[in-house]
């Protein structure tokens, strides 16, 4: 099982950006899914975006032309690029992987958008 850990988080005003970086614990060209998701309060875990096998991201709806997912597949970092931040954007930010038939969640990270 990996272990990750997100991190860069924290308050921004609305229309601000943010990056977030998710650190695994092993070489991310062993890891086929890669994703993120997001928890807002009194909400169920949504999906943000997901990369599988090191492919072109997809993205939900509502993130869509504003939130970017990268990933370093020569170390082992993941990001995600947030523009455009809105006060609906306010969660915990999830990172997870699949890999060894298992997924693995990260701690999270909170987001807070003020408006």
């Known amino acids: 099982q990996v272990q990750l850990v997100e991190s860069g988080g924290g308050l921004v005003q609305a229309g601000g950006s943010l990056s977030l970086s998710c650190a695994a614990s092993?070489?991310?060209?062993?890891?086929?899914?890669m994703g993120w998701y997001r928890e807002a309060p009194g909400k169920q875990r949504e999906f943000v975006a997901i990369s599988i096998s090191g492919g072109i991201a997809t993205y939900a709806g509502s993130v869509k032309g504003r939130f970017t997912m990268s990933r370093d597949n020569a170390g082992n970092t993941m990001y995600l690029q947030m523009n455009s931040l809105k006060p609906e954007d306010t969660a915990v930010y999830y990172c997870n992987a699949y890999s060894d038939s298992v997924w693995s969640w990260g701690q999270g990270t909170q987001v807070t958008v003020s408006s």
């Open positions: 092993r070489s991310l060209r062993s890891i086929d899914t």
